[in-house]
């Protein structure tokens, strides 16, 4: 079984919570235009799947800026995934699709946004009635 190293999974960690705190500033600076639609959140997914997949290009061991893992995973799963998980959703899809596996690209879009809906709807009414019941 792999363990991770410590120290490894504390950078990320840390990478997380800026990411985390990078999501909170970008929505609260975009918060004027957001009143028709969430464009902080959109902002957020676009810049951070742009962000992912820039920098995983050029960071791997044979793009430009070669860096460590540790560096690699810091930024594209802590900072990245602190800042959106559809950063991930989006080069995994990309990835798919480079690979030459179109169908499941759609697949992996269309059961991701299926699940997620279904999932959201699902917490929404379990905590709705939750809401409901009263105990005394």
Known sequence: MLYPNIIST??????GAIGTLLRYWVGLA???WSQSLPWGTIMINATGS????????????????????TGRLA???GICGGYTTFSSFSLQ???LLRSGAPVRAVLNVA?????????VTAGYLT????NRTQTF
Request: proline share 2%; charged share 10%.
């Open 10 to 15: 504390l950078i990320i960690a840390v990478a």
């Open 30 to 32: 975009m918060l004027r």
């Open 50 to 69: 742009f962000a992912i997949a820039f920098f995983g290009v050029l960071t791997t061991a044979s793009g430009r800026f070669p860096i460590s893992d």
């Open 75 to 77: 930024f594209m799963i």
């Open 93 to 95: 899809t990309l990835e």
């Open 111 to 119: 059961i991701s946004i299926t699940l997620g809906m279904i999932a």
């Open 127 to 130: 905590a709705q009635a939750i």
